[in-house]
């Protein structure tokens, strides 16, 4: 599978994931329709770029393939079902044998660029980090480039920076949860995967519960094998050794500490980690519905129906048609891929 970019009108770039097209837009959308389905009963989401890539004003927005622009934050559902009421996560169907969660790519595996959910921003749409005016990138620390796994976050949670964690004593770090594809495809930015959920790191972050969940691409070949943190452990020897070595060193090219762990890092399982989620789920909801302080994040939303922060579909467009146009994409310093040794 390929990501094709196409100009619009109105100077930027829709993302669809699919076959290359052969003509106009509109043709395209219906050509890849059928491609887009991640099954028969998932939603499926294009993106929209605006802004030039590399830049401070890059940002990934969200749409349906209606057109409609979404919040992938507040607008994708967190359990990947056919039907959902409201926000609520659907039931899952008798046949099923796990719960499927929806997962939103914000950055690719082996790339460098901290890509993530602008969280406080309109519509919520994917950007580079910024710290002190500069784009932020992912130091190379030996043996690892860039991101070891397709990493991003699972839409409809919150990790609450008023909530103390009950085994930590640490608050949540104000953004939804943290997501470690470990399937073999490479993933693109603003992709949506369904994933099933194998465990879970607790990763304390300058004092913030920083929770890290390990999932795997549904379609992945091995998927059907890995159900559990110990298949991941038997199978796949020395990756979860690699995932907490990464976690904790990453910061350090930047002149932070190592990062610590919540259980001597040690990884929980499933079960564990699916009650974390809905505990987050539940933060996201009470955030939604004005039941908690936002901490400056920004609910707007076209879907929650009993959101007191739901917009117009012409309030929407506005935010999107106010961003800058697309553009070439910025060089990369070379620096990005110097590799650091710790």
Known sequence: MRTTLLRSSLGSVLRVFGPAPASSNKAVTQAVAPHLYYSRKMMHYQTEQRGPLNSTDYRLYFKTSEGRYISPFHDIPLIAESEQENDAPAKKAKTDTEVIYNMVVEVPRWSNAKMEIATKEQLNPIKQDVKKGKLRYVANVFPHKGYIWNYGALPQTWEDPNHKDEETSCCG?????????????????????????????????????????????????????????????????????????????????????????????????????????????????????????????????????????????????????????????????????RWHFI
């Open 173 to 337: 770090d104000n953004d939804p949860i943290d997501v470690c594809d470990i399937g073999t495809q490479v993933c693109s930015s603003g992709q949506v995967i369904q994933v099933k959920v194998l465990g879970i790191l607790a990763m304390i972050d300058e004092g913030e519960m920083d929770w890290k969940v390990i999932a795997i691409n549904v379609k992945d070949p091995d998927a059907k094998n890995l159900n559990s943190i110990d298949d991941v452990r038997k199978s796949r020897p020395g990756h979860l050794e690699a995932t907490v070595d990464w976690f904790r060193k990453y910061k350090v090219p930047d002149g932070k500490p190592e990062n610590s762990f919540g259980f001597n890092g040690q990884f929980q399982d499933k079960d564990f980690a699916i009650k974390v989620i809905n505990l987050t789920h539940e933060h996201w909801r009470a955030l939604v519905q004005k039941k908690a302080n936002t901490e400056g994040i920004v609910c707007k939303n076209i879907t929650c129906c009993d959101s007191p922060h739901v917009c117009s579909t012409d309030e929407a467009d506005g935010v999107v048609q106010s961003a800058p146009v697309c553009g070439p994409a910025n060089p990369v310093s070379k620096e990005v891929d």
